[in-house]
């Protein structure tokens, strides 16, 4: 087996606290025990033809793996889970349904919480923000309240750690500052059993590492 490459910001935006999408990779790639090595990358190289031949859009991760190119989160992780056992079920019916918690993180949860942080980072100056805000905020509100009510009391979405989870929870984590996961207490407290996975605390001192040797 060989080892594959990812790529990171050579510069995160936020300055560490793990929302870049190389996070959600490293944390996947940590748990299944998969060595990995991380070529970085500045905002402008992203858009440089070397890049662009990896990744159609110009964004970071990417996953290269001898003749293998991925791009996308959810691609990515999907193959990582495929290949080293501990993030997929056997049972092929649990399988299915992690693979869905796997979408819906990505395609029914991720996107109104991307919408409040747009608002608030690419749009707060302007005239119409203050009044479209409450309605965004609502809209990833009513998604987390959909999400709490099915999570209930359970530690994971179904059965034990999964894909499923590690996507949910890294898309969760970018409403920390909000205060809208704070509103849903077991959300919270599922983030924050995330957090503790020590493959977690790993992949997230390997990016703050990137983020502070400047
Ligand atoms: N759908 C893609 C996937 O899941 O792989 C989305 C990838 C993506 O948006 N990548 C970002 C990127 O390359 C990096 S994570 N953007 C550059 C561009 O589009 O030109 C970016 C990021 C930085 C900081 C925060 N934060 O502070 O909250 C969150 C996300």
């Known amino acids: 087996m060989t080892t594959p490459t990812i790529t990171a910001l050579a510069a995160s935006p936020d300055g560490g606290k793990g929302l870049a999408r190389d996070t959600r990779v490293r944390w996947a790639l940590e ?3 998969q060595p990995y090595e ?3 990358v500045s905002f402008g190289a992203m858009k440089e033809p070397a890049h662009l031949a990896l990744h159609p859009f110009g964004q970071i991760p990417t996953y290269e793996d001898g003749d293998l190119v991925l791009f996308e989160t959810g691609s990515i992780i999907f193959h990582i889970a495929q290949r080293r ?11 299915a349904r992690t693979i869905t918690w796997m979408f819906a ?4 949860v991720e996107p109104p919480i991307l919408e409040l942080a747009n608002a608030k980072l690419l749009e707060g100056d302007k005239p119409w923000s203050k009044e479209r805000l409450p309605l965004v905020s609502d809209r990833a509100r009513d998604r987390l309240k959909q999400l709490s009510a099915r999570l209930g009391s359970a530690d994971w979405l179904d059965g034990g750690f999964s894909v499923g989870d590690l996507m949910m929870v890294h898309v969760l984590q970018r409403l920390k500052p909000s205060g809208i996961l704070d509103e849903f207490p077991n959300l919270a407290a599922y983030v924050a059993r995330g957090e503790a996975r020590p493959a977690y605390k790993r992949a997230f001192a390997a ?8």
């Open 38 to 40: 991380v070529r970085l």
């Open 85 to 95: 056992a501990g993030l997929l079920p056997v049972d092929a019916n649990a399988r």
């Open 31 to 33: 748990e299944v025990g």
């Open 105 to 108: 993180a990505l395609s029914s």
């Open 207 to 214: 990016q703050l590492t990137v983020n502070t040797d400047a």
